[in-house]
């Protein structure tokens, strides 16, 4: 039954951190409790099939190094990619998977086609995910890759290309709700220009503001119970994408109404393309209301493009974490890798160690913070920091309730001369250390 | 009657594109008419009290380079500042001005004597400018200087602080006022964070917005004609400010209520850290209806710190101001140069120099901003770039009339397949290239 | 004899500043004598075979966006392809072309074949130049693209590769060699790394020392004249490129006993990928006595890779040609564009009007430069400003013959206490802008 | 005895990595021996004077922020501070100290006073040394503060400038050979320019060449034995320093005769600022055989300044260490914290406590990185990947035995058509998320 893509590998087990078994976690044991949850529950944990199973090594410098039996545009490749999927997944124990249509079917020559095409797929997927357990944790549709997209899909300056952008979109969403998708996600592929001399960027974003509220009186339409999640990232492919950032997102929800009914699905790669750190990205989204799921890849601090890499660095994962469990952890929402192996990465084996290393800095990740938590290790430091604004006085004038003159009034009346405290970075991040 | 601090230089002139007299304007001639509105009428010039009087030519490497006669914290040292200030301003024949409280006043031990010492200074100040014609572009407060700042003011953990910042801002207000100024700027200085580990972004944020609400409110109370501006800058000195660039201060301005009472006064230097060119600023504060002024200083493009240069790429500023014309023009804003001279530019007529070259860089930014505006060389190509989305039946797309599943069944139905039509930027890099 | 390709566009002529054809230039006139040579000797202007003709329009999230009628790996698409180039470098004018073996021939399945398909093509390539004038700039090897060169060319851990790309460039210098280019250039591709993890940085220089060796060693064995390039370039595709910049090449250099052999070809791309200007690189370039030829395509200054666009700001170029006329002109070195067009820009005219624009922008910066040359605007000051350093004294210094401790004896016993003197920036900035 | 700046505060000793006391070591434990030496020897580190002790909490928008009993420039103060110094180094338990003059001694009104505080202030730390044990790892002369240095002190257009900071250095010299220095710094603070405009890189250059041979040739007729260290930085405070990186300094000392005299300091916050790693730095000065001593500390990775930070990323410092220890570990150089508190971290114990945090988390990297030396956990599958060139005929081809005609005629006799093999980089990371 099995393709022997991965040959007599099996199932990735957990043998406990003093393993050197490179196909054994060494940290992430799905069934052990923290913070009252399992931990597969916590990260809930998705695998990604385009960097995965459809991206072929390629680079702007050269092009396909790996070496798969499944890639060609025929239906018969789709389906034995979908198979080595599957056994992917099973292999990694992972409760997810993630696609764009354009992953998963053949190119059609037209919309009908593709739609053929994508739904011969959805069944052959819902068979697989029936046999598996394996779910969909969020579709999506690539509006990027066909040349047609070239100049944006909403924003297309072409009406027609938003049309055919927008009727893909509803396949997608189709696609995603029977397979038991809990998310929907926008990532706005070539949303953003290459150069102002030839955008009118009142037009665009207003288009962009249409589609996505059409996306969301579809949902509605429909019944499909998923979070609707647009997924920032500042540029590239184009220049500006119009999802730069959290901020950035947020802002455009508010000007289309949409804040209520849409959340974002953050990655590590592209918020340190927009100059953030990710727990800030993370961290913004909870305090705006509108955090949603997390793409768990990273950008390489000395590179200017997007390397999607692996996520190693628990230190820096522990505080992502912290973020998420502080905003109250995943809902439909998890943990996504939009990771790609390297390209020298051309083995089968390869595929498995890049997510086994990725899933146990996770779960590292999830215990530190998991127990700065328990510890309020942060929270009590916090709380203590800004406890003046606890009282009366300070909540009357937050609330609105005094006016500026009034408050120069009592400053100069009381002469209110008051004196810094310490911010306690370094004993903050010391603390931080205990616990990674 | 004069300082003596310029010597006998005399008041600078238009002289023309042949002139190589490095004390007269080449290009800056105020009243030539460009669009029906004289030059001087169009760039409503501003000098910056701050870093052509107050700064001392020290970086975090080295102490003062310059040697002033004004230097030092008494009031008379104050007034003479102010005398050759205004000197200058009458040497450039610049209409405006800036500037904080902290540039113009010595410091005092408390409130009360910062405020006495301010209000004796714009008494000074309105006696100049009766003198000399000079009037206030805009007024700020220093909310960052001070050590009590130094983990911020409007979000700092102490509300004590807070209210010294609501105080200090509501007395800058007044003297905006009383000195006629055109606009309020609020620069979030330190309004951000060193490190997540000790910040509540939540309150901080909602601190923000009470703050700027308490500035409007109190403009109505006194009638404050003028506009309330918000400066975005990403980072420094804090690693991540609140105001970060145009997008998320709109996002904030949505989110507080502010969103038709506040507008953003934009530098290039701080879109340039930000991660966007100038003019994307310029063009998203336009479409999202909250452009309002500009600082006209350029940051190096290699260096990550804000390097407040004076401007001097033209083709760079044309498009710039092809921005601000495209947009209307200044209304109360204007350009401001919030330029430093660099350190080692000690002598006196540097400090003329410097304004000089910007000046007329402005100018010629200007004139082929406004030829390209005439001749609509960018204008009719957009246009028709985008005309296929006033259609008719596009247009009742973008209004929401039509269903994602009812485009899905056009698409279908008429087979719509649309082909790119190329964008063209090399060929509008060319024309632009035309007019610079 | 037309190929038909590009319609019924005529060469590209001269109509002076005031011509609205975009398909005419307005500055570059090749006949204009400019500081005693004519324009075209000057600027020696190259067209890329690569983007130009090879590159698809593809980037990491989409492919192929052209339409060329010579896509594919046949024999006959590969003539057909050298047709419509000779034809463009005809219409453009240009004197110079250069390409990569990759570019030109069909891919072979081994070495032998690589070399016989290549030598088909610069059969017909020498045809061609005899027939149009056109000659060849610089030739070189693609040592990247194909997967066998994944990790590297010269550096590879296996030598088998080493000795692969070493063969192929054997054919490349001998292909150069009898169409007579000028130079042959060294681009290291994938000589860097993705981790350091699997790198071993001491064998890598020494290989790619000795790689460079056997090139150097094999032009003279074969009375090759042409001059030896390295293209400094800091990442990408490699997260860490050997060829870092240009004082990383000089070091390089040195080590292996080359700096006498080898100059460098500076790419404006690069330089900014770097975090250097371009007229840094070009003056460290000029300091080091290694200058040789450049790249005239130019990054945006907020993408993080590389984005080869045609040059299209005046000033900055004014100042990277002020540069290369300081150092005394072009010898065997050249302007080549290696610019893609933007993959949006689709049409045949595209092709020429990015260049025809590039060709313009070179001509107005070279103009500029030269003037500025002519009335020592910059050389003049700067003289002035070390001449402190003509002095006996100092330049008995400077040649040693004055010890630590007789310095310091005479600044104690001469009490010399030097005062700083401004550095004039603003001054020389205003100057130049007289000029661009 | 004690100032009583530090309360009654004791000796800061390991108590393991249970212990929650912010002022104990939990990791760092001197006496433990890894790799067969001790900790203490191992990691030799050293507290910067200047930082620690000198700066006053300014950065470019505010002034001071810590409140310090010895700021001012008399004499006693001088001492004072000395007094805080020996405490602070006593109470962390270092080996060692390094310092600037300028850190040290009040500024004088010339050459001669400065040298003459310098002496009394050398002569109060060789009694505190003695009295502490605590040595000194290496001195270096401030010669970028003062405002005669802003256009450079070696590089000045102004040979009297050169002359004052020549003696100057002499005298620093001196006293790091009376206080037993194991090194002596150039950290060339405005050795770089602002603007090409201005400046003539050849002359520069050439002052610079001449100027670290004086200090060499000092060295030798003085008999001091320590390494002379030039320390990298890419730009800040000019926008190009001429010791930019590793590979740039390596040029230089090629060029002027030192490669074997002059070794480099590198610190982490100039690599990242340079567009490297950290381990970049380390691995090539490794590779270039001028590897010397680092600082240990680190920059924000969204800052574009020199954010000069305590440590804390144990993963990133232990790849750190790894360098240092496959290079064979220090000789001369040790780990010296070059870092600042933050700003808002006002407390005597902050200095305390951000010295524990980046001791124990270098102890937590050293100890990790000799397990990985130990395990051949990087080394064995480096050797295995470069194996095919320990065979004799790739050495021979190494040695430069073969030509590349050789090679060809090799290539296509053999059809010599390699495969490329994973790089594993996935795996490796992997395996380093095993030790830290």
Known sequence: MSTGFFGDIQKVKYEGPESTNPLAFRHYNKDEVILGKRMEDHLRFAVAYWHT??????????????????????????KLKADVAFELFSLLDVP?????????????????????????IVDYFAEKQAATGVNLLWGTANLFSNRRYMSGAATNPDPDIFRFAAATVKTCIDATQKLGGQNYVLWGGREGYETLLNTDLSRELDQLGRFVNLVVEYKYKIGFKGTILIEPKPQEPTKHQYDYDVATVYGFLKKYGLE???KVNIEQGHAILAGHSFEH???????LGIFGSIDMNRNDYQSGWDTDQFPNNVPEMALAYYQVLAGGGFKTGGTNFDAKLRRQSIEPDDLLIGHIGGMDACARGLKAAAKMIEDKALAKPLEDRYAGWNSADAQKMLRGEVSLGDIAAEVEKADINPKPRSGRQELLENIVNRYV
Not at 54 to 63: H, L, N, Q, R, S
Not at 281 to 287: C, D, F, G, P, V
């Open 53 to 78: 199973f459809a991206w072929e090594g390629g680079d702007p410098f050269g092009g396909r190094t790996f070496e798969r039996p499944w890639y060609g545009e025929e239906m018969s490749k789709a």
């Open 96 to 120: 997810f998977y993630c696609f764009h249509d354009a992953d998963v079917r053949p190119e059609g020559k037209n919309f009908a086609e593709n739609t053929k095409n994508l739904n011969e």
């Open 260 to 262: 209520n009914e849409v």
């Open 281 to 287: 990205e993370l961290a913004l989204a909870n305090a």
